[in-house]
C-alpha cells in the first residue's frame, strides 16, 4: 500500500498505469483490473473514478459529481474515497504548483 499524503483540492489525482477501470458484465460493476486481480467498486466510487483523468483537480471532480447529483453536499465523501483509493495504491496524486 502506499503512504498516504493529505489531499488539497486543487491536487489531481490519476489512476496508476497498472489499473484499469472498466465496466464488467459478468460482475454486473465497474471494476479496477491489475495484474494480480480485480477490485469491484461500488456505483458511487466508479463514478468517482470515472471522473480521475489525470487532468481534474480533486475539486472540479466533486463540483462535476454535485452536478451530476444536485442537493448533495459529497466533498466528504469524494475526499474520504480518494484518501482510501490512494491509500491502496489505486491512484496517485500530482501537486498543483504553488502559486
Known amino acids: 500500500m502506499a503512504e498516504a499524503m493529505q489531499l488539497a483540492l486543487d491536487d489531481i489525482p490519476a489512476i496508476q498505469a497498472r489499473f484499469r477501470l472498466q465496466w464488467e458484465p459478468a ?9 494480480e486481480g480485480m477490485v469491484k467498486l461500488s456505483e458511487s466510487a466508479a463514478h468517482i473514478l470515472n471522473r480521475v483523468d489525470g487532468s481534474a483537480s ?10 451530476a447529483f444536485p442537493g448533495v453536499d459529497l466533498k466528504s465523501d469524494v475526499l474520504e474515497f480518494l484518501n482510501i483509493a490512494q491509500e491502496h495504491g489505486w491512484i496517485a496524486i500530482r501537486r498543483h504548483p504553488a502559486g
Do not use: G, K, S
Open 58 to 67: 480533486i475539486a472540479n471532480i466533486i463540483l462535476d459529481l454535485e452536478r
Open 27 to 35: 460482475q454486473n460493476a465497474h471494476v479496477l483490473l491489475y495484474p
